[in-house]
């Protein structure tokens, strides 16, 4: 017998009203493929993610290469030798495939310059032909799949966990990937394989473990003998008749659905019918344009061409129109376009129908309910209440709860993107019956599937894509897997899309000039220039107003109150890259100008000035500690937890010092402005430090992960990123900055002021989202936040100069932050925008068809 590589034993995991687990093994051999096969809900992510280490059991053992797991550390478990492939990927979007394959190497082991080199090499070595310098975002759910499994591999792993790993891959996708398991297994590796796709399963594995209910049914070998009819009677635990409904014999000639010409940046000249309780399907490999095709249909993807339902015209540019039209669409994509995760049961079900429960304006709850329990009925969907989140069932029930939705809100014609990916045999067979019966009278459906078997399956026609464009028709007894995977690997006579006109000269320019700036904003230097202009604009403006305003004093002024509001807004830069926020900064500045009036007194030896400072300092550490602790590990809200340290450290900075009083040693407060000729030495310091923090932030590991951390926190826990230790970091050195901006502020007021700080937490917010921080995480820059909070300084002292309002200051600041947030964020709707008004002028004008 082969060495076993991975060893579960009695392992439980319960969650709030639900067991998941019940005392589960399973184990893994060298150079075995092990199947786990169980409906959704069975119990199977829960134990890929124990064995990963991503989830803690509540007992039991995990064994990796005779290791024991010891902690809930994926980084341990990847250093025993187990990686996982995730269903829901583990892959942050935001940044490239380099840098997302770099974090998944073990730490030192590649050089940070040298990352796309090694990331080429890597994907050359797995056979997978993607540009490392793309962002993950904009790649096919396909080809993030395999950068996936690529990240993976990085660590030649001894036991590989594989969920659901062809979900999103087409016929060439799946054979790739069955190339690479055999490659795998024969040099030794143990493969543990959860997929719903049943012939895989028959292919690869060696072994099949039945989970049901947590509970282990028994591991079975496969043989020759064993069918898919087997292994989906083992897994629902009872005997089964056809996967698939009965077609009807005859089909309707009325036309619910037309589309004439319809044309688009990967698709071109799509034409079809779909009648009355009619199915029709689109096949091809990935990336041929049939996804684009079906998402454009609903507005979803920019396109020209005829849309027509039940004789109505739609206009392909608004999704609103469709949805008016009866056309409905349900995404691949289910958790970000299908269902709202965070909703119940019931209100997913009925969103799109609240009208019909409303008398005079009221909601009625009963009658609401009344229609949730019917629907919840008709379409078997199983949950233990209907205000459960629908983010808790299995993907099974969601998809029937989003069925339930589009056919009883009226629609006409359902568009289904992977009808059935992440889906169970059991539950795959109710939704085909469902969308059967609900389009038998007047309505038609149009299905994208990868699985060739499906479409034969449940399609009573289908239409062959290849390059964009329709290939081929296939009806009555051609609809069979066999035909439908050579009409699409075999065909000859497909064309390039066609050119289409351009737009006017103008047009074209303004839209380039659009998607320049909306690529440019995503990368950190443009907000500089955005800022650089802003503010070359505002001193030439000055400058030719007031003759004060280039003096030497001015100036130096001008620079010197820029370091406490700089500093700060550094600070709250550093918790705005995890996604936090931190609106205590303000009165943590008042207190340390407080605690200096104590510490730093006037006259008080250098011992004691230097023991004081690092004592203020200090103070801002506690409170970095405190905030970062409670908002990780307490799970309270960031605003919550800071406005509440707000109040605390306002309330003992007027303790200490009711009113402003105390003095400020001189020594120390003339140490802090210290300048040559008009300029501050520390604010000079500041830009250094700010230029040495943008190297870290965007040319090292240690940035790389905190990016990762506010962009995408779950992927970059799976990467081995040590989340916990980077987001309480971050508030600890936000607090420091903070305090150490209290210093400067306490050098120029000179005493301890309780209050002094007050207004800096706005500003140190709009400072660095000017600078191109985004509120979401992520992104940012400390030379940006330095230049923002110089603008806003800036911005002051001109008003002041100029003898303008203090109104006009603060309407000035606030319409400047929404300039900024506008231009990183806003343009890319505007690009949008633009490009429907162009296809709709370039939109040919086609007859419609007659009812």
């Given at each position: 017998?082969?060495?076993?590589?991975?060893?579960?034993?009695?392992?439980?995991?319960?969650?709030?009203?639900?067991?998941?687990?019940?005392?589960?093994?399973?184990?893994?051999?060298?150079?075995?493929?092990?199947?786990?096969?169980?409906?959704?809900?069975?119990?199977?992510?829960?134990?890929?993610?124990?064995?990963?280490?991503?989830?803690?059991?509540?007992?039991?053992?995990?064994?990796?290469?005779?290791?024991?797991?010891?902690?809930?550390?994926?980084?341990?478990?990847?250093?025993?030798?187990?990686?996982?492939?995730?269903?829901?990927?583990?892959?942050?979007?935001?940044?490239?495939?380099?840098?997302?394959?770099?974090?998944?190497?073990?730490?030192?082991?590649?050089?940070?310059?040298?990352?796309?080199?090694?990331?080429?090499?890597?994907?050359?070595?797995?056979?997978?032909?993607?540009?490392?310098?793309?962002?993950?975002?904009?790649?096919?759910?396909?080809?993030?799949?395999?950068?996936?499994?690529?990240?993976?591999?990085?660590?030649?792993?001894?036991?590989?966990?594989?969920?659901?790993?062809?979900?999103?891959?087409?016929?060439?996708?799946?054979?790739?990937?069955?190339?690479?398991?055999?490659?795998?297994?024969?040099?030794?590796?143990?493969?543990?394989?959860?997929?719903?796709?049943?012939?895989?399963?028959?292919?690869?594995?060696?072994?099949?473990?039945?989970?049901?209910?947590?509970?282990?049914?028994?591991?079975?070998?496969?043989?020759?003998?064993?069918?898919?009819?087997?292994?989906?009677?083992?897994?629902?635990?009872?005997?089964?008749?056809?996967?698939?409904?009965?077609?009807?014999?005859?089909?309707?000639?009325?036309?619910?659905?037309?589309?004439?010409?319809?044309?688009?940046?990967?698709?071109?000249?799509?034409?079809?019918?779909?009648?009355?309780?009619?199915?029709?399907?689109?096949?091809?490999?990935?990336?041929?344009?049939?996804?684009?095709?079906?998402?454009?249909?609903?507005?979803?993807?920019?396109?020209?061409?005829?849309?027509?339902?039940?004789?109505?015209?739609?206009?392909?540019?608004?999704?609103?129109?469709?949805?008016?039209?009866?056309?409905?669409?349900?995404?691949?994509?289910?958790?970000?376009?299908?269902?709202?995760?965070?909703?119940?049961?019931?209100?997913?079900?009925?969103?799109?129908?609240?009208?019909?429960f409303a008398r005079l304006g009221f909601l009625s709850g009963s009658n609401e309910r009344a229609a949730a329990r019917l629907m919840k009925a008709d379409f078997t969907v199983v949950t233990?209440?209907?205000?459960?989140?629908?983010?808790?069932?299995?993907?099974?029930?969601?998809?029937?709860?989003?069925?339930?939705?589009?056919?009883?809100?009226?629609?006409?014609?359902?568009?289904?993107?992977?009808?059935?990916?992440?889906?169970?045999?059991?539950?795959?067979?109710?939704?085909?019956?469902?969308?059967?019966?609900?389009?038998s009278g007047s309505g038609a459906c149009v299905v994208n599937s990868s699985d060739a078997q499906e479409l034969a399956g449940i399609c009573d026609r289908v239409l062959v894509f290849s390059?964009?464009?329709?290939?081929?028709?296939?009806?009555?007894?051609?609809?069979?897997?066999?035909?439908?995977?050579?009409?699409?690997?075999?065909?000859?006579?497909?064309?390039?899309?066609?050119?289409?006109?351009?737009?006017?000269?103008?047009?074209?320019?303004?839209?380039?000039?659009?998607?320049?700036?909306?690529?440019?904003?995503?990368?950190?230097?443009?907000?500089?220039?955005?800022?650089?202009?802003?503010?070359?604009?505002?001193?030439?403006?000055?400058?030719?107003?007031?003759?004060?305003?280039?003096?030497?004093?001015?100036?130096?002024?001008?620079?010197?109150?820029?370091?406490?509001?700089?500093?700060?807004?550094?600070?709250?830069?550093?918790?705005?890259?995890?996604?936090?926020?931190?609106?205590?900064?303000?009165?943590?500045?008042?207190?340390?100008?407080?605690?200096?009036?104590?510490?730093?007194?006037?006259?008080?030896?250098?011992?004691?000035?230097?023991?004081?400072?690092?004592?203020?300092?200090?103070?801002?550490?506690?409170?970095?500690?405190?905030?970062?602790?409670?908002?990780?590990?307490?799970?309270?809200?960031?605003?919550?937890?800071?406005?509440?340290?707000?109040?605390?450290?306002?309330?003992?900075?007027?303790?200490?010092?009711?009113?402003?009083?105390?003095?400020?040693?001189?020594?120390?407060?003339?140490?802090?402005?210290?300048?040559?000729?008009?300029?501050?030495?520390?604010?000079?310091?500041?830009?250094?430090?700010?230029?040495?923090?943008?190297?870290?932030?965007?040319?090292?590991?240690?940035?790389?992960?905190?990016?990762?951390?506010?962009?995408?926190?779950?992927?970059?826990?799976?990467?081995?990123?040590?989340?916990?230790?980077?987001?309480?970091?971050?508030?600890?050195?936000?607090?420091?900055?903070?305090?150490?901006?209290?210093?400067?502020?306490?050098?120029?007021?000179?005493?301890?002021?309780?209050?002094?700080?007050?207004?800096?937490?706005?500003?140190?917010?709009?400072?660095?989202?000017?600078?191109?921080?985004?509120?979401?995480?992520?992104?940012?820059?400390?030379?940006?936040?330095?230049?923002?909070?110089?603008?806003?300084?800036?911005?002051?002292?001109?008003?002041?100069?100029?003898?303008?309002?203090?109104?006009?200051?603060?309407?000035?600041?606030?319409?400047?932050?929404?300039?900024?947030?506008?231009?990183?964020?806003?343009?890319?709707?505007?690009?949008?925008?633009?490009?429907?008004?162009?296809?709709?002028?370039?939109?040919?004008?086609?007859?419609?068809?007659?009812?």
């Open positions: 017998m082969s060495e076993l590589v991975l060893r579960i034993e009695d392992v439980s995991k319960t969650y709030p009203g639900v067991l998941a687990l019940d005392r589960f093994s399973i184990d893994c051999r060298a150079g075995e493929v092990h199947a786990i096969l169980g409906e959704n809900g069975s119990g199977k992510t829960t134990l890929m993610k124990i064995a990963s280490g991503t989830i803690a059991p509540d007992g039991g053992v995990v064994e990796i290469n005779g290791a024991k797991l010891a902690s809930v550390d994926p980084r341990l478990a990847r250093r025993l030798g187990l990686a996982t492939v995730y269903q829901d990927d583990s892959l942050i979007r935001e940044l490239s495939v380099a840098q997302n394959l770099f974090l998944a190497a073990p730490p030192e082991s590649v050089a940070f310059g040298a990352m796309v080199p090694w990331a080429r090499d890597q994907l050359a070595r797995f056979g997978v032909q993607t540009d490392p310098t793309a962002a993950v975002g904009s790649l096919s759910p396909a080809q993030r799949q395999f950068i996936e499994i690529v990240k993976a591999l990085l660590s030649d792993p001894k036991v590989l966990l594989l969920d659901e790993p062809t979900s999103t891959l087409d016929m060439d996708g799946v054979r790739k990937l069955t190339d690479l398991i055999h490659k795998l297994t024969a040099g030794g590796a143990g493969i543990v394989y959860v997929s719903h796709r049943l012939p895989e399963i028959l292919e690869l594995a060696q072994r099949v473990t039945i989970l049901r209910d947590g509970v282990h049914r028994g591991t079975f070998p496969i043989t020759a003998e064993v069918s898919e009819h087997d292994l989906v009677s083992l897994m629902v635990g009872r005997d089964i008749g056809s996967e698939y409904p009965p077609k009807p014999a005859t089909l309707s000639d009325r036309v619910v659905l037309s589309v004439r010409g319809l044309s688009g940046d990967l698709f071109s000249d799509v034409s079809f019918d779909a009648h009355a309780g009619e199915i029709v399907g689109f096949a091809g490999a990935e990336g041929n344009g049939q996804r684009e095709a079906l998402r454009a249909i609903v507005g979803l993807e920019d396109a020209q061409g005829a849309i027509v339902c039940h004789g109505a015209a739609v206009d392909a540019s608004a999704p609103r129109s469709a949805l008016e039209s009866g056309i409905v669409f349900l995404s691949a994509d289910r958790p970000g376009e299908a269902v709202f995760p965070d909703l119940g049961v019931q209100k997913n079900m009925t969103l799109s129908r609240l009208s019909d233990a209440s209907l205000d459960k989140p629908i983010s808790g069932l299995s993907g099974g029930n969601q998809q029937k709860a989003v069925l339930a939705r589009s056919f009883r809100a009226g629609a006409k014609a359902v568009l289904i993107d992977e009808p059935t990916q992440g889906v169970d045999a059991g539950a795959r067979f109710e939704i085909y019956k469902a969308v059967r019966e609900n389009i390059r964009g464009r329709i290939v081929r028709e296939l009806r009555g007894d051609d609809v069979n897997e066999e035909r439908i995977v050579a009409s699409f690997l075999t065909v000859r006579d497909a064309k390039t899309l066609k050119e289409r006109s351009e737009p006017a000269a103008f047009s074209r320019i303004l839209s380039g000039l659009i998607r320049y700036f909306v690529h440019g904003s995503e990368t950190w230097w443009m907000p500089l220039a955005f800022l650089a202009a802003l503010t070359a604009l505002v001193v030439l403006y000055a400058a030719s107003k007031s003759d004060v305003f280039l003096r030497p004093i001015n100036l130096r002024h001008m620079l010197q109150s820029t370091a406490p509001a700089a500093l700060v807004a550094m600070a709250q830069l550093n918790v705005l890259l995890v996604r936090g926020l931190d609106v205590s900064v303000g009165s943590l500045m008042s207190l340390t100008v407080v605690a200096a009036s104590f510490l730093i007194a006037s006259d008080v030896p250098l011992l004691m000035a230097i023991l004081g400072t690092l004592g203020c300092l200090a103070i801002g550490a506690v409170v970095g500690l405190a905030n970062g602790s409670l908002v990780r590990y307490a799970k309270i809200n960031a605003v919550i937890t800071t406005i509440a340290m707000l109040s605390v450290l306002q309330g003992v900075a007027l303790i200490g010092r009711p009113i402003p009083d105390g003095a400020i040693d001189s020594g120390f407060s003339e140490l802090l402005k210290r300048h040559v000729g008009f300029a501050p030495v520390w604010t000079a310091a500041l830009i250094v430090l700010a230029i040495l923090g943008d190297l870290w932030l965007h040319r090292s590991r240690a940035g790389l992960e905190v990016k990762a951390t506010g962009f995408r926190e779950e992927a970059a826990r799976r990467n081995g990123v040590a989340v916990g230790f980077v987001q309480v970091r971050a508030y600890v050195a936000a607090s420091v900055m903070a305090a150490a901006a209290g210093l400067f502020l306490g050098a120029e007021v000179g005493v301890g002021h309780p209050t002094v700080g007050e207004n800096f937490p706005l500003m140190s917010i709009a400072a660095a989202v000017l600078g191109g921080a985004a509120l979401g995480g992520g992104r940012g820059s400390y030379t940006g936040a330095f230049f923002g909070a110089f603008f806003f300084t800036l911005m002051i002292n001109v008003i002041s100069i100029l003898g303008l309002s203090a109104a006009v200051g603060v309407i000035a600041s606030g319409a400047m932050t929404l300039m900024a947030i506008f231009f990183y964020s806003g343009l890319a709707e505007v690009d949008r925008l633009l490009r429907r008004l162009f296809a709709q002028r370039r939109q040919p004008v086609v007859s419609t068809p007659a009812e």
